[in-house]
């Protein structure tokens, strides 16, 4: 099975501030990595597949980058809805597509 | 608008089973492999089964293999997910979820199933 792991699992940010948020695979899985965002109460919600392009409907602010084992997410500006877990997936052994544990971005 | 209404949890014994239901509108559901994922309280998420678009192929995870069983009516555009000898460790919020080629990209709401011991 493929290990995702996230980090950090908390990450305090200002409104307007960038948030860089880490995924890392146990082993190489190409771009094949999806993120969501996770409200609380809410289901989560596609941002970013194929490591790098974004979902209908989702803001350019957010963007992923990263290929292998090492993979991105970033919210260039960090808008008061943005606060939430975001959560990465590899795409790459089908159809076990496991989750990382989530990084919570709370407001700092 | 694509939906994913998700019914069928409740509160069950140790042992007891349950059978959850995903019903499916706004696209066309037989085109599409599904999933259930799910979730424990206040934890992350966790991939449970899969079930390809035509019911050939499904699989589980190991920590459910032998006890779930998935699957689906391409006529009445709805997901299943048959669980029997339900622990503890099975409370969660259960996700009906579309998968396409790059991710799920559509969740239900969820239904929580709840394992007393």
């Known amino acids: 099975e493929i290990v995702m792991t996230q980090s950090p699992a908390t990450l305090s940010v200002s409104p307007g501030e960038r948030a860089t948020l880490s995924c890392r695979a146990s082993?190489?899985?190409?771009?094949?990595l999806a993120w969501y965002q996770q409200k609380p109460g809410q289901a989560p919600r596609l941002l970013i597949y194929?490591?790098?392009t974004r979902a209908t409907g989702i803001p350019a602010r957010f963007s992923g980058s990263g290929s292998g084992t090492e993979f991105t997410l970033t919210i260039s500006s960090l808008q008061s809805e943005d606060f939430a877990v975001y959560y990465c997936?590899?795409?790459?052994?089908?159809?076990?597509?496991?989750f990382g544990q989530g990084t919570k971005v709370e407001i700092k | 608008e694509v939906q994913l209404v998700e019914s069928g949890g409740g509160l069950v014994k140790t042992g007891g089973s349950l059978r959850l239901s995903c019903a499916a509108s706004g696209f066309t559901f037989s085109t599409y492999a599904m999933n259930w994922v799910r979730q424990a309280p206040g934890k992350g998420l966790a991939w449970v089964s899969y079930i390809s678009s035509d019911s050939g192929t499904t699989h589980y995870a190991d920590s459910v293999k032998g006890r779930f069983t998935i699957s689906r009516d391409n006529v009445k555009n709805s997901l299943y997910l048959q669980m029997s000898g339900l622990r503890v460790e099975d409370t969660a919020l259960y996700f009906c979820v579309r998968a396409s080629r790059d991710g799920y990209d559509q969740w239900g709401q969820g239904t929580l199933v709840t394992v007393s011991a």
């Open positions: 194929g490591a790098s």
């Open positions: 997936q590899q795409c790459h052994a089908w159809p076990t597509w496991t």
């Open positions: 082993q190489g899985i190409s771009n094949n």
